[in-house]
Structures are given as structure tokens and as C-alpha cells.
């Protein structure tokens, strides 16, 4: 069987003014893939998820997310997608509940709806003492937890992830990539930027961008065959200092 | 429709859980008002005076005890010689001396013509002067009674009437400033404080990402304001009705939509300056200098507008207050209907259509 395309991207370009930020990318991603989508800061890789996004518009090229158009359709693309940014996407002073309910209803989610999913997020994250707390009083960890569950509310197609695991301590990080893989495994294609080389070996694919452009593209293991390195990290270094 | 009332309903839990926005929305407006009303006052009551007496006779006295009398002043102290004048003034409570020449009965009826000399402390020119003409008032009554059976020649008399404050209550002029001012400052400040803070915090981009429209965002954002300025509208008339007795003169109904109005004016405001700043200082900085200043300058609030200079009057055709206080003053004090503050209204809504234009561009271009 054929696998479906989730996203689809083609010489997709964005040109701030003289700067070229993002230049002439092309790549698929696969439903249910874990993609990881790397490069150093500045490398483009924030420009280039938020023209995926909708927020943001390209200058030339072609790219199709979810089967809609980002240049004509990226309001269904928002219907589609679950975002989280690196800033935590949470009210601090709105109780988990209270988050949970806002962004279920800003999706659409009916109250049923809401509650069945609350409850259900509950039950998964161990919630129930802190579901009245307000966010702010939480630890980062439950933060990233209950912000990665609240942008799967809605059930999206695809999940982008903007350096979901900066600051948080390494079994924390094990824990939210159990998330991923969990999300993953149940059909949601993951689209996630970062900056920890141990977290692109999880991908099923990476994307290393250097200077707006990508300089590679494959599996962590054929990447690193093809570098004749050991880790990820070896790989990064070698393409980021050219 | 629901999804809307859910957003309403978070922006409502913002504004209560932040005790510090709690306090500017509903502290500040009682307590301006409370201080421009009680403190903040041109009138003059039981203001302490001296008297030096050279004469000491019958007419001196007779003067003396009518001033004494009015509610006006409250005779301090007597002084015995000039030198003294100084001295009193210097102590800093007296704050007018009525200085009595001698032989004053005695030159009345010779002369036709006594002198009394008014000295006052002009440290505060305001005061100093109301005191002169209250003095002067008193007099002229005294005289008037006086002559009341002898039959001069002619005499002109002129009848004052301070029409719409007869009283001439500060607290007239300043309800519709004040009124004006928090209008302002909870409509522009707070809103583009609440849109910035998003932006800073990083889930205005959570929510440029959800299917909600950028302008959803903002007519969620601003709502509960509106909903808010409005009760503070209600509270200020209140306040002033019940507690400095402030008549409504003109249509309730008309000053309620012209305050709606000038919300929306404020509220567009509010949402322009939370386009151009960054951070909820910059928002803060922007609004306080940029709004606040020039409704408390040169509005016409304190400061009259025609006793400006020129560029200044010019200045203050585009400052959004002055309209809304000839508005709210012709409604309140006057009470004019809409035939004459159309043009005002005009003028305000024009204004309010320029400044959603100019935000709804400035946000798009924000976006890409």
C-alpha cells in the first residue's frame, strides 16, 4: 500500500526583503512519520514551520499540508493541525480544566465533547489532583504534558512541535517523547523542531537545514552511514560547519 | 457563537485573577472621582481671614459681622498694626486681610468715601482672586442695603447669573473629564495591555494558529471591556447624581450611547497601540503618554481650550476627549439633544472608523 503524504513541499521559499530565510525547500512527510525538522538558530526552521502553519505567507513555491494549499486554503489547514510553540501555549492563570475547556471550544469541540476528552486526559496524565490548580503553579513538565494533550484535543492530522523539550530535565523528556510515539502510533504524523541531537535519533525522519536550505534529508541511520559517523550530533556538526 | 462566549469567558478570568487590573478597573474610577470631587476644588469655603481695624466704629463692624457671617470666610484673627500683615501671611493659614482705614464712619458721611484695602495671598492665584470678588460681593451688598432708602442719582446694577452651574461647582466640570479620563484609560490601556500580553506570552501565536479569525480574536479580546467600561460609565453617573448631587440634565439614553460611542473610540485605540508595541510596557508607556497626557492637558478638562495658544487649539482638534466632553457636558450640564452635538458625534465616529481601519491594516501586516 502506497503511503499517504501528509505534508507536501516544493521549492517553498520565503524572502524577507534581501534575506532569504527559508530557500527553496522540498520535502514529504508521511502520515504517521515522526519528522524531525532540524538546523541551528537561524537556520530558517521557525520561518519555514510557520508558512506550514498558516501564520505566515511564502514568497514562491508550492506546499500542501493536510491536502489543503497554504496559499489558498491555510484556514482548513488550521482546522487540521495541532500547534505547540517553544513559549508553553497555556493560560498560567487558568486552571487545567479551564485551559483544557478554552482551547477544546476555540477548536469547535462541543461541551460533550470537551468533557469526554478532559476526562479521558485525566485518567492518561494522572491529573486528577491538579485539575483545579492553575497552570502557573504547575511544574514545567506537567506544563509541556497538558499543552502537547491540549494540541491533540481536536484530534489533528498533524502536530507541529516548535522545540517542545527546551529547559526540561532528560526523564521528563523520555516521558513527553512516550507521548509522541504514543500519538504517533495512533496515526497523528508529528512534525517536531529541535535542538537535542539524541531526540532526532527518535525520528523516523530528519531534516537538517543550514542556511534556508536543506542539506539532508533521510533516516538517522542512513544519515549517519553517510557520514560514516556514530550519533546524530556528528551528523549535525559536520553539515552545520560545511 | 460558542466559541466566542468561551473566549469571553477566559478574557473575564484574566481580568479577575489580576488583582492589579481589578484595581485599575474599578478602584481608579471611584477613586478619581472622589478626588476630583472632594479635594480638587475652585470653590472657596470658611477660608480664614484677618481683619485690621483703624477704626474700630459702628460701619467697620457692621461689615465685619456680615462677612463673618457668609459661609465664605471665617475671621481668624485680629491684627493691631500693618507690621503685622507680614507676619500673619507668613504663618501660611490666613489667606486675606481686610485692612479697615481710620476714621472709616467718619469719612463715610464727610467724604461720601472709605477705603478698605483687600490684601490677599496670591501664592495660589486662583483662590486669591475668587477671594477678592467674594469680598467684593459682600460689599456691594452691604452698600446696596445701605442706600436702599436714600435716593441717589442713578445707580447701574449689574445681575449675574452663572447659568447650567449656578453654583459654580468644580465638581460640574470635572464628572465629564473625569468620566472622559477612565473611559480612556480602561478602554485603550487596559485592551492593548491584555492584546500585548498575549503576544509576549506567546499564545496570541496558539491562537493565530486555531481556527479562529484574527478579527474573532480581537472583538474577543476588547468585549468584556466594553462590558466593563460601560458599568464604569454607570458608576461615575451614579457617584455624581447621588453624591455631588450632579444633575442629568439632557437624555439619559443619548449619554449612554455617546459613551458607547467614545468606548469604541478608545477601544480602537487601544488595539492600534497594541499593534505597534511589542511588550505590555511599551503598551503602558504608549498609552499613558500618548492618551492620557493629552486628555488631561488639552481636552479642555482643566485647562480651558480657548485660552490656549493657537498651535495648541489646533493640537487639540484630534484628541478624540474633547469632542466627547463637549459631548457629555452639553448632555449633562445643558442638556442639548442630538440636534446640537451631531457634529461632535460626527466628528467622534469619524475618528473611530479611522483608527479600526488603520488597526485592521496594521494587524494584517503584523501577520505576515
Known sequence: MKQENVIHVENLTKKFGDFTAVNAITFDVEKGEIFGFLGANGAGKTTAMKMLIGISNPTSGKANVAGFDVFTNAEAIKKSIGYMSQKFALYDDLTVKENITFFGGIYGLTRKQINEKRCQLVEELGLQEITNELVGSLPLGWKQKISFSVALLHNPKIVFLDEPTGGVDPITRRQFWEMIYKAAHQGTTIFVTTHYMDEAEYCDRVSIMVNGKIEALDTPKKLKEQFKVKNMNDVFLKLARG | MKRFIGFVKKEFYHIFRDK???FILFGMPIAQIMLFGFAITNEINNVDIAILDHSKDATTKEIITKISASKYFSINQFIEKESDIEVVFKKGKVKAILNFEKDFTKNLITKKHSNIQVITDATDPNTANTISNYVNAILQNYLKEQNKNTT????????????????????????????????????????????????????????LV????????????????????????????????????????????????????????????????????????TAMMISLMGLMLPVILLSGFIFPISSMPVPMQVISNIIPAKWFIIIIKGIMLKGVGLQYIWKETLILLGMTVFFIGLSVKKYKIRLE
Open chain 2, 20 to 22: 492589579r487590573s481589578l
Open chain 2, 152 to 207: 441717589s442719582a442713578y445707580q447701574i446694577v449689574p445681575q449675574t447669573r452663572m447659568v447650567y452651574n449656578p453654583e459654580l461647582k468644580s465638581v460640574y466640570m470635572f464628572v465629564p473629564g473625569v468620566m472622559t479620563m477612565i473611559l480612556m484609560l480602561v478602554s485603550a490601556m487596559m485592551t492593548s495591555i491584555s492584546i500585548t500580553r498575549e503576544k509576549e506570552l506567546g499564545t496570541m501565536e496558539i491562537l
Open chain 2, 210 to 281: 486555531s481556527p479562529l479569525k484574527p478579527f474573532q480574536v480581537i472583538i474577543g479580546k476588547v468585549f468584556p471591556y466594553i462590558f466593563l467600561s460601560i458599568i464604569n460609565a454607570i458608576v461615575i453617573i451614579l457617584l455624581s447624581i447621588f453624591i455631588f448631587k450632579m444633575p442629568v440634565q439632557g437624555s439619559l439614553l443619548l449619554l449612554g450611547l455617546e459613551s458607547v460611542l467614545f468606548i469604541i473610540t478608545s477601544l480602537a485605540l487601544g488595539i492600534l497601540i497594541s499593534t505597534i508595541s511589542a511588550t505590555q510596557q
